[in-house]
């Protein structure tokens, strides 16, 4: 894949994400020195009545608006490919998806910029506050997952892939709706008669028999 | 709880506490995995809780101290 620097808007400052990983990060510094230095002025006989204010602050106030950064930042971050890549079992889909040689869905949709950005995660949550509540509880069964050894090689998706998955971008375009090879099966697609990846696919690479690591 | 020496041990524990969320949510913030996510939201923020119920307990024995309340 050709490498190109795209040039960003005049006046481009950062993304949200950036900035309040910025600010959490000064955030959390600012709060170890001031729970460090509270922790100092605390030596003293019956240091309180000078120092209360400044506890609530340093124990309670910066703490709090950490919290509230570090759970945006760190929600935003969960549905990144990086974020699925981290795990090593993800790696042979992460190396696939990238790879601009790849003709796998994954691949197509990713290198044609199909799908802007978090890609697995668009793909693989459903849409609405539901979908989103969903894939995480999901993750969360993962992370689990992973960390105690509980999977088994190779990965396989959990149940069978919805229509609704692509239809949510397909679904309403009308390339798509017109489309001689569709007009057919529309009803059967729409309905989940018929999957999508009966004719298109294969979604991710053969996986090959391997050892757990 | 009316001595200031017990106050201030609340405090300490409330502070070691917020340390430890900071120190969790600083590894969430410049490498946010899902694992550092997840022990951010089940063990830090739990842990940050027990550090302002301490925190509210303390105000409170304070102000009783006072008279206030």
């Known amino acids: 894949m050709s490498e190109v620097s795209v040039p960003l808007p005049h006046g481009w400052i950062g993304t949200t994400s950036q900035w309040i990983e910025g600010f959490g990060v000064g955030l959390v510094v600012l709060d170890l020195i001031l729970l460090a230095l509270v922790w100092y002025w605390m030596r003293g006989r019956d240091p309180l009545p000078r120092l209360w204010g400044w506890v609530l602050v340093a124990a309670g106030l910066v703490p709090l608006l950490v919290g509230f950064m570090t759970f945006a930042h760190g929600l935003e971050s969960s549905a990144t490919v990086s974020a699925c890549g981290s795990c090593h079992v993800m790696t042979p889909f992460v190396r696939d998806l990238k790879d601009p040689k790849s003709e796998t869905l994954a691949a197509t949709h990713y290198k044609n910029r199909f799908i802007l950005r978090n890609q697995c995660y668009e793909c693989h949550s459903d849409y609405g506050l539901g979908g989103t509540i969903t894939a995480k509880l999901e993750g969360l069964g993962h992370v689990w997952r992973y960390t105690t050894g509980r999977y088994t090689m190779p990965i396989k998706i959990a149940k069978p892939y919805a229509n609704s998955g692509c239809l949510e971008c397909h679904g309403e375009s009308q390339r798509f709706l017109n489309s001689p090879s569709k007009k057919d099966i529309l009803p059967d697609l729409m309905s989940g008669k018929t999957s999508c990846l009966d004719c298109h696919g294969p979604a991710h690479p053969e996986q090959k028999k391997e050892a757990r690591l | ?69």
Request: net charge positive.
């Open chain 2, 1 to 69: 709880m009316t001595e200031p020496g017990q106050r201030i041990y609340l405090l300490r524990v409330a502070i070691v506490l917020a340390l430890v969320f900071n120190v969790m949510a600083l590894v969430v913030l410049i490498r946010p995995t899902p694992i550092a996510f997840t022990l951010f939201m089940f063990l830090a923020q739990p842990l940050m809780a027990v550090a302002l119920f301490l925190l509210v307990i303390a105000v409170v024995a304070e102000l009783r101290a006072r008279q206030v309340l």
